[in-house]
């Protein structure tokens, strides 16, 4: 599958929706998702600034204590969300860059790099921009804050605009999502890792050898990789590498191979559908009949193995990731007081550093490295996208919420700034996610709509 067809007028309608099937799909998943994180957001805001705030925070400091044998884990319930949850988010992002490169988005070069240069921008001016703002304080160190961009909400509204968002351009921000994944994805493995015991990571090191030994071999047994994924995960957890980075490793070594091609499933389906029909007795329902029940289980093991185990495992958890994990993960980080504190040490320069990155920084950087890669003729953008799209998608890319507030705890656990940066980080994408859509025609859509509710009002007024 390419970022676009080059030849759009060879593909009729049905090819079309085959092409564009699974991507919708995603978008779909996202739009939905991202409401339920909004959600999570406002209650989150309301109940940490409430009356019961204590027991907002209180809740999040609840210990969990797990032990097997002589290895004992006792943290708060954050942690184990966003040290272990989050570790399933990363593993989901790894699949997903997997597909990408083998079937997807990334699998060609020349139409995947207009969005991964554009990426790259996106990532690099904006941290440049933080760096100057914060030059000489403590709040250097938050420069990964303002590169990420949170794809689930930057979709949704997108998906708020309808069809004034061709799905090229869902394309293009997806693709430039998946990249700027990536360069998280790096960052957290070269700044936020610090290796002390040796020996846990040898353990996770040969689990992962391992698993590239099983996808070699062609077994597709999706509860052994299971189990050695989170083998790797404890065994980087004890040995100091960020333990989120065993998802995206994890991921890498799952099979993206079917077991069974899709001649063969045709010719094998058609044969335990016959032998289902020729079975057919007047009065006798599948479960009495022997010869059914054999045909049913064959399609369904067909079924299973035409499919990659790297498929099977995204579908399945993306509604979980979607609609479980990164709800709760906002559930639990987006509560912070709205008190701005300017006594706190570099509190200004922070919060103007990341609002400055994610506005301005993310449009400057996708927007020049887009230019320059098309007038370098290293790219080529898609010949039905305008230069107006591309920078309100720039403007959607500022939406960094889920993985800047990721990297902000990062970065500033247990200094106060964190509290600052979360703000910061709100106020931003919120204004961000405003000036994407407005330019991409959302004031039209809402007068409209709000035409459409006047004119109903008068009708009933009148009746």
Not at 139 to 151: E, H, L, N, R, S
């Amino acid at each position: 599958m390419t970022y676009l067809s080059s030849k759009p007028s060879r593909l009729t309608k049905a090819q079309l929706r085959r092409l564009y099937a699974p991507f919708q799909r995603f978008f779909r998943l996202e739009a939905s998702s991202s409401i339920l994180l909004i959600i999570c957001i406002i209650v989150a805001l309301i109940w940490a600034n409430s009356i019961w705030g204590f027991s907002y925070f209180a809740l999040w400091e609840t210990h969990l204590t797990v032990a097997i044998g002589p290895f004992v884990i006792s943290e708060p319930l954050r942690w184990w969300i966003n040290e272990g949850l989050m570790a399933l988010f990363f593993f989901v992002v790894g699949l997903e860059i997997k597909r990408a490169v083998v079937v997807g988005e990334l699998s060609h070069i020349q139409d995947a790099l207009f969005p991964i240069l554009a990426a790259v921008g996106g990532m690099i001016v904006p941290a440049i921009i933080y760096l100057i703002i914060n030059f000489g304080t403590i709040g250097t160190i938050g420069w990964p804050i303002p590169m990420a961009t949170d794809i689930a909400l930057a979709l949704g509204v997108l998906a708020l605009l309808g069809s004034r968002a061709p799905v090229s351009l869902k394309l293009f921000l997806s693709t430039l999502a998946i990249a700027d994944d990536i360069g998280s994805v790096v960052v957290i493995g070269m700044f936020f890792s610090t290796i002390t015991p040796l020996l846990p990571l040898i353990i996770g090191i040969v689990l992962i050898i391992l698993l590239v030994i099983l996808n070699r071999t062609g077994i597709h047994y999706i509860l052994i990789f299971a189990v050695l994924g989170v083998g790797v995960w404890f065994a980087f957890l004890l040995s100091g590498v960020h333990a989120t980075l065993a998802g995206v490793i994890v991921a890498m070594a799952i099979p993206a191979i079917s077991r069974v091609d899709t001649e063969d499933f045709c010719s094998k389906s058609h044969i335990l559908l016959k032998d289902f029909e020729e079975a057919k007795k007047l009065g006798e329902s599948v479960l009495t009949n022997k010869t059914q029940r054999t045909a049913v289980l064959g399609l369904q093991a067909i079924c299973r193995d035409v499919q990659a185990p790297l498929q099977r495992i995204e579908y399945f958890l993306q509604p979980w990731v979607g609609f479980v994990i990164i709800p709760l993960f906002a559930l639990a980080n987006a509560g912070v007081l709205l008190a701005f504190d300017i006594s706190i040490p570099a509190a200004g320069t922070v919060v103007l550093g990341i609002i400055m990155g994610l506005i301005l920084g993310k449009q400057i950087g996708i927007m020049f490295f887009s230019w320059l890669s098309v007038r370098t003729g290293v790219a080529k953008m898609p010949k039905d996208l305008s230069w107006h799209q591309i920078h309100a998608v720039s403007c959607l890319a500022g939406i960094g919420f889920t993985m800047s507030l990721f990297m902000a705890d990062l970065t500033f656990s247990g200094i106060p700034l964190l509290d600052t940066a979360k703000i910061a980080i709100l106020g931003a994408s919120l204004i961000a996610g405003l000036l994407g859509f407005f330019f991409l025609g959302g004031g039209k859509i809402l007068s409209q709509l709000f035409k459409d509710t006047m004119k109903r009002l008068k009708t009933k007024q009148i009746l």
